[in-house]
Antibody, heavy 122, light 106 residues
């Protein structure tokens, strides 16, 4: 059974750092692209970061709002995808979800975690 | 960035109603669009990918259509568990973008 479980959220002061984890099971973490999305309170869903599968070089992409501050990475032996968040701002307050991309250019994000809440105080 | 515009932003429906939500892209995205259901406190759920392909396990009352810049999601007969917010999403080009969401209410 495929599962994604996020952890690492919490309350943090603006300017500080936080690392989110997404522990996966039921598939090989390097075989798929993995994505972080977020939803700020009262707002819609927003794409944050993406790491390609091993077959596509494991390269990364970021939303402009987090580029240079956030880093997505993967630990294949541990089956974990990370989101390192530095220089946090109040506008980063959101529920963060990780998701598996079944295949790009199909808009097919087929499995999602339940989310982890990040609150940035100013 | 490609802008995705959903309409309506909210709608009221009764069980058994037929409901249609539209999503317009600011430029041609071919058929690279998905539809997601999001209930409060739950993980988003994939319903439709490639504009019209029903995801395995998604109820057959959900259907999608469209290509280019105009897309629709239809619920043929709304059920109690369908009251949620629905989003379209394109991964045709970066940054990937969602519509602003359509809340389906009783």
């Amino acid at each position: 059974e495929v599962q994604l479980v996020e952890s690492g959220g919490g309350l943090v002061q603006a300017g500080r750092s936080l690392r989110l984890s997404c522990t996966v099971s039921g598939f090989t973490v390097g075989a798929y692209g993995l994505t972080w999305f977020r939803q700020a309170p009262g707002k819609g869903l927003e794409w944050v970061a993406f790491i390609r599968s091993r077959a596509y070089g494991g390269t990364t992409e970021y939303a402009a709002s987090v580029a240079g501050r956030f880093t997505i990475s993967r630990d294949e032996p541990k089956s974990i995808v990370y989101l390192q968040m530095n220089s946090l701002r109040s506008e980063d307050t959101a529920m963060y979800y990780c998701s598996r991309l079944y295949q790009q250019w199909l808009a097919r994000f087929d499995y999602w975690g339940q989310g982890t809440l990040v609150t940035v105080s100013s | 960035a490609i802008q995705m515009t959903q309409s309506p932003s909210s709608l009221s429906a009764s069980v058994g109603d037929r409901v249609t939500i539209t999503c317009r892209a600011s430029q041609d995205i071919r058929n690279v669009l998905g539809w997601y259901q999001h209930r409060p406190g739950k993980a988003p759920k994939l319903l439709i990918y490639s504009a019209s392909s029903l995801e395995s396990g998604a109820p057959a009352r959900f259907s999608g259509s469209g290509s280019g810049t105009y897309f629709t999601l239809t619920i043929s007969s709304v059920q109690p568990e369908d009251f949620a917010t629905y989003y379209c999403l394109q991964d045709y080009t970066y940054p990937w973008t969602f519509g602003q969401g359509t809340k389906v209410e009783l």
